[in-house]
């Protein structure tokens, strides 16, 4: 395969038995034929494009996404988040250095742009006119916007009752063709699975699609760049279908392996991170596995349930990449309960003024967690160390989820009068 007159320089290759096939083949099936488990893309050469100076976002990092030709870049832009470093949050903690990565200030409020506009482009490269996914949330909200921007259709699956309202607001407005399952996140993705392999002309753009994984990757780079260059000791992210991890580890491991040019220099200095991945107890099939030790399986949860509804997922499509990217790196995996999921909501929101959803909060959990315990090695060995925490979405998106804790005397009504508030003041 020619890319825009370059050579062939990214392949298909499974990510369980290492089956190998030509990229051409993208899109007509999403699992391995062999063994049945999800695809990745091998990277085999560098794509060089003219106008990457001119890029905006993620998009500086043309030459390890893979796409053919730059004309087909749908962007809004998106990337390049902030890296807001956390020091109220760390005193309290009790961590010497802590940031976080704020995913929310994506322009749909979610790290799932990073991987659309990466899988929305490659649709229109390869002439797709529809797209599809099932979602609880952000990536309806993501793929309905790309797929606006692309001027082609969007079909999203959502389970019904079960997203927040500002997500479902988003798609609508998008102008998506929007349809609420009767059911759980698990069960509008088995339904969608069954519509994309039948009917081909329609693109499925959950994160089992590998070219979302290459555009979610990003975030890897730019916190090491972020770092001044180096990487960090310990990543803490939210996972649900683990798809978002993965793609993380693997940005990490092709900086530490080819380093990205003109940006981090040849090598990110520094070992890789450790993967945290935290998840809500009510929904916690790989904090379960590997608590249990298991390395090659999880049980799935069949009736999942958390108010961090972005994470609400029983039976991760992702979980062979996210086990590997925990055993290799030297992670965990932990489980928050919702309670504490909603109390580190606001903490992170009162002490730094950073307002994310609840899933994106589940990992400000796990740090309160720790720190709470007091003494454990994971805490004793992240206190010296460098701590991100990837939060993955914005507050705005899930009002409800603050605004039903909300007493009547914290939105207290008052005459016009100043005198009458000097004397409550007072
Ligand atoms: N955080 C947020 C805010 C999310 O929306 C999601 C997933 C995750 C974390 C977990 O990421 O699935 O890659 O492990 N949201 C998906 C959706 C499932 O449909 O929007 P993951």
Redesign the pocket.
Same mark, same amino acid.
């Given at each position: 395969m020619k890319f825009a007159g370059k050579e062939e320089h990214f392949e298909l290759r499974c990510f369980g038995c290492k089956q190998t096939y030509n990229i051409d083949d993208y899109g007509k099936f999403y699992q391995c034929a062999k063994c049945g488990n999800l695809l990745e893309i091998l990277i085999i050469s560098k794509y060089s494009s003219k106008a990457k100076q001119l890029r905006q976002g993620l998009w500086k990092y043309i030459d390890h996404i893979p796409l053919w030709d730059d004309k087909n870049i749908i962007s809004i832009p998106e990337g390049w988040t902030s890296f807001v470093e956390c020091r109220n949050a760390a005193k309290i903690l009790g961590l010497k250095s802590f940031f976080v990565k704020f995913e929310g200030l994506n322009p749909t409020g979610? %790290?799932?742009d990073r991987g659309m506009t990466v899988g929305v482009s490659k649709a229109i490269e390869q002439g797709y006119k529809s797209t599809m996914? *099932?979602? #609880?949330?952000? #990536?309806?909200a993501s793929l309905a916007a790309y797929s606006s921007r692309a001027g082609i259709k969007c079909i999203v699956l959502v389970p019904k009752g079960k997203i927040a309202m500002g997500?479902i607001a988003q798609a609508i407005a998008y102008g998506a063709e929007i349809y609420q399952v009767e059911g759980n %996140?698990d069960d509008s993705l088995r339904v969608a699975r069954e519509i994309c392999e039948k009917d081909s002309k329609i693109l499925l753009l959950?994160?089992l699609n590998p070219f979302r994984i290459e555009g979610q990757k990003t975030v890897a780079f730019e916190i090491a760049e972020q770092l001044g260059g180096r990487m960090p000791d310990y990543v803490v992210? $939210?996972? =649900?279908?683990?798809?978002?991890?993965s793609?993380a580890w693997k940005g990490f491991k092709e900086l530490s392996e080819s380093g990205i040019e003109g940006s981090i220099g040849a090598h990110s200095s520094g070992n890789l991170p450790k993967m945290m991945a935290v998840q809500a107890e009510g929904a916690a099939p790989i904090a379960r596995a590997f608590k249990a030790g298991k390395r090659d399986s999880i049980d799935p949860v069949l009736d999942p349930h958390t108010g961090a509804s *972005?994470?609400n997922?029983g039976s $991760?499509v992702?979980w062979m990449k #996210?086990l590997a990217a925990i055993y290799e790196s030297g992670g965990i995996a932990d489980y928050v309960s919702d309670e504490e999921i909603f109390a580190a909501q606001k903490f992170l929101a009162s002490k730094e003024g950073l307002f994310v959803?609840p *899933?994106?909060a589940a990992p400000i959990a796990y740090l309160l967690k720790l720190a709470r315990a007091g003494k454990s090695d994971e805490y004793e060995a992240m206190k010296n160390s460098t701590v991100v925490s990837i939060c #993955? =979405?914005n507050g705005l998106k899930d009002p409800n989820a603050v605004l039903k804790g909300v007493s009547p005397d914290q939105l207290q009504t008052i005459s016009a009068d100043a005198k009458y508030l000097q004397k409550i003041l007072a």
């Open positions: 979610s %790290f799932k996914c *099932a979602s #609880t949330g952000n #990536t309806s997500k %996140f959950n994160s992210l $939210p996972v =649900g279908n683990g798809g978002n991890i793609a *972005a994470i997922i $991760p992702s #996210t959803e *899933a994106s #993955t =979405g």
